[in-house]
């Protein structure tokens, strides 16, 4: 399999090759010589996923009602619940 390198530097690595390694779109892969001077592309095993915080908009995923108005929702996205504690916070409207 051949392909052709662009202005960028950029290459498709070849879809046959890709399920083969099981790449994905944002999969992280290894390059690497050989003793024989050879490069092997390799795929890099995800770490396993800290249990960080979910994301402000991982939270809301599934929550908004029907009827609920514009600023309500807008609220909602920002934050503005969690930021009501916060002695810096002014509510501008």
């Known amino acids: ?9 950029q290459v ?3 879809k046959q ?7 994905e779109p944002g999969s992280l892969v290894d390059f690497a010589y050989t003793a024989d001077g050879q490069v092997v592309i390799r795929p890099v095993k995800p770490e396993k996923k800290s249990r960080k915080k979910p994301s402000r908009f991982d939270a809301l ?9 514009t600023d ?22």
Do not use: A, C, Q
Request: net charge positive; aromatic share 8%; proline share 4%.
């Open 12 to 14: 498709t690595i070849p």
């Open 1 to 9: 399999m051949s392909t052709t390198v662009t202005t960028k530097g």
């Open 72 to 93: 309500e929702y807008m609220n909602l996205i920002r934050g503005y619940d969690e930021d009501k504690d916060d002695p810096g916070f002014r509510n501008v409207k």
């Open 17 to 23: 090759l890709r399920d083969y390694l099981g790449l």
């Open 61 to 69: 995923r599934g929550t908004v009602k029907l009827g609920m108005s």
